[in-house]
């Protein structure tokens, strides 16, 4: 008699469950408060009138806010400012529908969905609520445009996706133009602050920007060393460690995309033979 051992699998997976998105309100300085939303944060500036908020994110993190502006002793955010419109930034703006929208003139005739309500040029100053709030455009580089927030008396600057303290840039640069990118960061080095508060990451200094600057001038002089000295991407990405930013957000992850990305724009503005 042959014994036949049936062995019944039991998916012992639990149910599907969304990811919980970890949603906060971190206070910066003064009246300046950052939004975390997992990744990506907003700026929030509490005035007499209401909130200023730069760059929505997503439709669900408007919700959460409008929920928790009590927070920050705030009931309704009455202007949204873009500081660019990459969709992971600037999705979901509908979520306040009374604010007053305020985007670059270069930014797109609508915005996933919401049509800004003024278009400011290159530096624009608001007086809102007894604030001030300096609007520089960083120019194109990372997107078309990069409009940099930066407000006072607390001399905080928003600045996204163009530098963050102590983190490396994403991926391989999808979609910049790098040499304007460098010319971003030059021009937001002119910016006169002092708190660097980022779309993603931690809250730094007006010193974290030069890091962030050295690291691309370092990453880009490395590489150009590399392939002029006839090495393929991938002996660069062994041997590019930029071991000064070890400890940087995204290291392990985006150091060698990083190399990828500036050896492919290397190469295609004819820098290197
Ligand atoms: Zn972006």
Request: aromatic share 6%.
């Amino acid at each position: 008699m042959r014994l036949l051992f049936s062995v019944l699998i039991v998916a012992l997976t639990a149910p599907a469950v969304a990811q919980e998105v970890k949603r906060s309100i971190e206070p910066v300085a003064g009246d300046v408060y950052l939004m975390r939303n997992d990744f990506h944060n907003s700026l929030l500036v509490a005035t007499e009138d209401g909130v200023v908020r730069v760059d929505p994110i997503n439709a669900e993190a408007g919700e959460w806010l409008n929920a928790n502006l009590g927070e920050i002793g705030q009931e309704k955010v009455t202007h949204l400012i873009y500081s660019h419109s990459h969709g992971d930034h600037a999705s979901g703006g509908a979520a306040h529908p009374d604010a007053e929208v305020i985007a670059h003139e270069d930014a797109p005739e609508t915005i996933h969905g919401v049509t800004p309500d003024t278009r400011v040029g290159d530096t624009h100053t608001l007086t809102i609520g007894g604030k001030t709030i300096e609007l520089v455009n960083l120019g194109a580089g990372h997107d078309n445009h990069m409009l940099v927030t930066i407000v006072r008396p607390e001399n905080v600057a928003f600045i996204v996706d163009v530098a963050a303290p102590k983190r490396l840039p994403f991926r391989d640069f999808p979609g910049a133009d790098i040499a304007g990118w460098f010319k971003q960061l030059e021009a937001a080095q002119a910016l006169d602050f002092e708190i660097f508060a980022p779309g993603h990451g931690a809250v730094g200094n007006k010193s974290d920007l030069d890091d962030a600057t050295d690291y691309m001038v370092e990453l880009q002089a490395a590489v150009l060393e590399g392939l002029e000295a006839g090495k393929s991407v991938d002996e660069l990405k062994a041997e590019i460690t930029l071991d000064a930013y070890k400890d940087w957000g995204q290291y392990e992850g985006w150091r060698e995309e990083n190399i990828t990305g500036m050896a492919r724009y290397l190469e295609e503005s004819g820098q290197v033979g």
